[in-house]
């Protein structure tokens, strides 16, 4: 495979398949937080992704994008979002990355494109919700959104998610790729001080309610042993907990007081 980037995907992506799918060029390069609105940050991707593209085309290759599942490109969902379904991406971001998604369509390239939700694994950077929750925790006060839920999804759920469709080789697709199950970020929140030992001030912001679950039929039909990378399956209740343990390589601790 080859990768273009070198940060928490791609560092995933190159542990996970080395040599594997040579015709295969996986762009994990770009933009990589929702709340991020520089244009020239934008502007920079596309260059990266154009250049991936016209690689691709001329060289009879499967372009690899990863564009988001998150409320950034649905919003909040009263029913789980389909790819094919409507949109009007509340953000920035999510309007950066449909744009892209478009151009990934209209190059004539062959592709994948995986709306993630927030992927959780090694190698994750700082600004990541993860380290960032981690990080909050461990200083002593974290900064709560009401009714703000984000889907986190373990990284080698992904990785046999990318496995298994690149195998199929389902032709031109858009596949959502998520737990299913969004949680309240406080309860994320809990989970983090329990297994740090903490009992953090908890600043809440009161905002729009943010939940947004989208739909794994696609993901499913194309995947049908998913959840199987890992000792739990994504939606189960325990995910979170394995997902914390994992991440922060300790049980649950009591509290700090």
Known sequence: MQIIGNG??????????????????????????TSVTDAAAFDREAEVLYAALRGCVAQGRTLLYFSTASFAMYGHTAAPATEDGPLFPPSAYGRHKLALEACV?????????????HVVGPHQRPHQLLPAIVRQVGSGTVTVYRGAHRDLLDARDLMHVIDRILVADPGDVVVNVASGRPLPVEEIVDGVAARLGAAPDRVYSTGPLARTEVSLERLRALVPDFGTAGPVAPGDPGYLGM??????????????R
Not at 243 to 256: E, F, I
């Open 8 to 33: 928490f995907l791609a560092r995933n992506l190159d542990a996970a398949f080395g040599e594997r799918f040579p015709e295969v060029t996986a762009l994990a390069a770009g933009v990589s937080s």
């Open 105 to 117: 369509r209209a190059s004539g390239a062959r592709h994948v494109v995986l709306r993630l939700s």
């Open 243 to 256: 997902l914390l343990d994992r991440y922060l390589d300790r049980p649950v601790a009591a509290p700090a």
